[in-house]
């Protein structure tokens, strides 16, 4: 299990440095936007079958969101940082989906 959490971790330190490179310099590239949702996807499946503290995880994902939207009006750097939160969502956004699933199953079959 420990090879997976390094996988993982891994994946997020590099979609984050992605992120962060691909708001700055490509804002809105689809092709950025792919990568990093389909290293969310491997990170979700990974964080999923190794973790039990998915409300952590949920909680964070709403606070990155809401942030996203809140830097949009700030004039001068307002762009370059909405770019990167919204790279940095499009790499949370597969990991919040899969916990979340993960979090309603386990919901139904407790009754």
Not at 26 to 33: D, E, I
Not at 40 to 48: A, N, P, Q, W
Request: net charge positive.
């Amino acid at each position: 299990m420990k090879t997976w959490g390094l996988i993982s971790f891994s994946l997020f330190c590099v979609g984050l440095v992605l992120a962060v490179v691909g708001g700055l310099a490509l804002p809105a590239n689809v092709v950025v936007g792919m990568v990093l949702a389909a290293f969310g996807l491997i990170i979700g499946v990974i964080y999923s079958i190794g973790t039990k503290d998915i409300n952590t995880l949920l909680l964070a994902t709403i606070a990155l969101l809401a942030m996203a939207a809140a830097f949009g009006p700030i004039l001068a750097v307002g762009e370059s940082i909405t770019s990167i939160v919204v790279n940095f969502a499009a790499l949370m956004a597969p990991v919040a989906l899969i916990a979340a699933i993960k979090a309603l199953l386990q919901i139904g079959l407790q009754k």
